[in-house]
C-alpha cells in the first residue's frame, strides 16, 4: 500500500511539474516572440480636419511625406472624396504612394436611403476603398434601441458585400459602457452577421471605458480588421488627447495583441493637440515607425 501511494504522489508530481514546464515554456515562447513593427501604418483624416477642407491635396501630400501610406478619410464639407472624382482620388493617391483603404461615411443620414448607400459605395468603389465605416451612432437608452441598430447594420452590411466592399462600426466608449450590466458592443458583435459586419476598434475608447482591450480581443478578435491607434491622459477627470506614446495606452503591449488577433491595418487618429494637428501627426508618425511590437 505505501508503495502504491508513493508511486501515485510521484505521478502526479511528475504531471504537475511537466504541466508547470508547459506553461513556463508557453510564457516564454511569447516573451521571445520576435518583435515586430506596425508597417504600413495609416492616419485617419478626420485628425487634420482644421487644415483639411482648405487644400486637401496638400495637406494629403504632407501626410504621405511623413510617413502613413494609408489613409481612412470622412465625410467632411465635400464628401470623403474631398470634391475629387473617384478616378482622380485614386490616381492623385497612387502618386503619392498612398492607398484610401477606407472611410468613415454619412451613416446616420444614408442608412435608411439606399440611394444614398448606393452612391457612397460607387464612390467608395471607384476610389479603390475596401471599407465603409459607421463612425457614431450615439448611446441608446435601450435594448430594443440597441437591436435596432443592429437590424440596420446587417440590413446596410449586406447591401454593401453584394458591392464587393465591407461595412463596419467604429466604437467610442459608450457602446463599451454597461447598460442594465451588459456592454452594447458586446451585443452589436453576437447580433451582427459576420458576413455582413465587421468592426473598427478604437483603442483609445474601450480604454477610457474601463475595459480590458487583450480580454475582449481574445474573445471578440476576428471580428476587428481595422483599429484607431490614439492616445490619452485623464486631466480633472476627462481624458484629453495627446501625442501618441505620451498618454495612458500601452501600445507596445496593445499593438502587439491586435496583430496577433488579426486586425490588419493600424490608422492614428488624434483631435487634440498640444501644438497643431499636423505637428502632431508628424509627431505621431515618428513615434510609429520607431515603435517595436
Known amino acids: 500500500m505505501q508503495r502504491r501511494s508513493f508511486l501515485k504522489q510521484s505521478a502526479l508530481l511528475t504531471a504537475g511539474t511537466f504541466a508547470l514546464s508547459q506553461t513556463e515554456s508557453m510564457a516564454n515562447l511569447f516573451a521571445s516572440a520576435p518583435a515586430k513593427n506596425i508597417s504600413p501604418f495609416g492616419v485617419q483624416l478626420y485628425s487634420a480636419r482644421d487644415v483639411m477642407p482648405k487644400d486637401p491635396k496638400g495637406v494629403m501630400t504632407q501626410l504621405a511625406q511623413m510617413g502613413y501610406k494609408q489613409f481612412e478619410s470622412f465625410s467632411g464639407p465635400q464628401g470623403f472624396l474631398w470634391g475629387l472624382q473617384p478616378k482622380e482620388m485614386k490616381s492623385f493617391l497612387d502618386g503619392l504612394g498612398v492607398k484610401m483603404i477606407s472611410t468613415h461615411f454619412n451613416y446616420r443620414a444614408q442608412a435608411d436611403k439606399p440611394d444614398e448607400i448606393k452612391k457612397s459605395i460607387e464612390m467608395a468603389q471607384g476610389a479603390g476603398l475596401s471599407y465603409l465605416l459607421c463612425p457614431h451612432i450615439g448611446p441608446q437608452k435601450t435594448w ?77 478578435g476576428k471580428r476587428y480588421e481595422l ?51 499636423l505637428a502632431s501627426l508628424k509627431n505621431d508618425a515618428e513615434y510609429m515607425k520607431m515603435l517595436s511590437v
Open 227 to 277: 483599429c484607431h491607434v490614439k492616445d490619452y491622459t485623464v486631466k480633472d477627470g476627462k481624458p484629453v488627447q495627446n501625442d501618441i506614446g505620451k498618454g495612458s495606452v500601452d501600445f507596445k503591449k496593445t499593438l502587439r495583441i491586435a496583430l496577433d488577433s488579426g486586425i490588419k491595418y493600424f490608422l492614428v487618429e488624434q483631435e487634440e493637440y498640444p501644438e497643431s494637428s
Open 144 to 220: 430594443d434601441e440597441w437591436k435596432k441598430i443592429a437590424d440596420q447594420f446587417n440590413v446596410v452590411g449586406e447591401e454593401v458585400r453584394k458591392a464587393g466592399l465591407k461595412f463596419g462600426y467604429h466604437n467610442h466608449d459608450y457602446s463599451f459602457r454597461p447598460l442594465d450590466g451588459k456592454l452594447p458592443q458586446e451585443f452589436l458583435l453576437d447580433n451582427t452577421d459576420p458576413k455582413n459586419v465587421m468592426f473598427e476598434l478604437d483603442l483609445c475608447w474601450i480604454d477610457v471605458a474601463g475595459v480590458n482591450t487583450a480580454d475582449h480581443l481574445k474573445k471578440y
